[in-house]
């Protein structure tokens, strides 16, 4: 999915699956509070989007780049069945649900991991609110930031 097909969209919520903190081993000042392995985007259009954390391939000599991967998401739950039989179901990012519906005025893809993949997605929201979704350590978990810059 291309990220620039979500502008002009109105995002309704942001959904994480509830995950402790990120261990003091892994954590600098730049560890997000909020932090999840996957979050979905949920659109008032009924569209949802999920955003997970991935390993890119970008040469054989290297190992695989941390990046993340948009798609939509169409599954008609975002719950998590785990192999015995218990769910994890979503929360909403409250700190976003302050801020939403919103519309989707911009889209910024970067690599502040400088690994060579698209490691970090900026929507801005509105005016000038952001919600940044991005790959932190450890490997394979998002970190969510929310901003009302306004």
């Given at each position: 999915?291309?990220?620039?097909s979500?502008?002009?969209?109105?995002?309704?919520?942001?959904?994480?699956?509830?995950c402790g903190?990120?261990?003091?081993?892994?954590a600098?000042?730049?560890?997000?509070s909020?932090?999840?392995?996957?979050?979905f985007?949920?659109?008032?259009?009924?569209t949802?989007?999920?955003?997970?954390?991935c390993?890119?391939?970008?040469?054989?000599?290297?190992?695989?780049?941390?990046?993340?991967?948009?798609?939509?998401?169409?599954?008609?739950s975002?719950?998590?069945?785990?192999?015995?039989?218990?769910?994890?179901?979503?929360?909403s990012?409250?700190?976003?649900?302050e801020?939403?519906?919103?519309?989707?005025?911009?889209?910024?893809e970067?690599?502040?991991?400088e690994?060579?993949?698209?490691?970090?997605?900026?929507f801005?929201?509105?005016?000038?609110?952001?919600?940044?979704?991005?790959?932190?350590?450890?490997?394979?978990?998002l970190?969510?930031?929310?901003?009302?810059?306004g």
């Amino acid at each position: 999915m291309e990220t620039e097909s979500l502008i002009g969209r109105v995002l309704d919520s942001v959904l994480v699956y509830p995950c402790g903190p990120v261990h003091p081993a892994w954590a600098d000042d730049s560890t997000p509070s909020i932090n999840s392995w996957k979050v979905f985007l949920t659109f008032s259009d009924g569209t949802v989007c999920n955003i997970e954390p991935c390993e890119v391939e970008l040469s054989e000599e290297r190992y695989p780049s941390l990046g993340l991967r948009i798609e939509e998401y169409r599954n008609e739950s975002t719950d998590s069945v785990q192999s015995d039989g218990s769910v994890i179901k979503t929360v909403s990012v409250k700190e976003a649900n302050e801020l939403l519906p919103q519309v989707v005025t911009r889209v910024q893809e970067s690599d502040p991991l400088e690994e060579g993949a698209i490691s970090q997605y900026t929507f801005t929201i509105g005016n000038s609110a952001s919600i940044v979704i991005r790959h932190i350590m450890p490997p394979m978990t998002l970190g969510v930031l929310v901003s009302n810059a306004g």
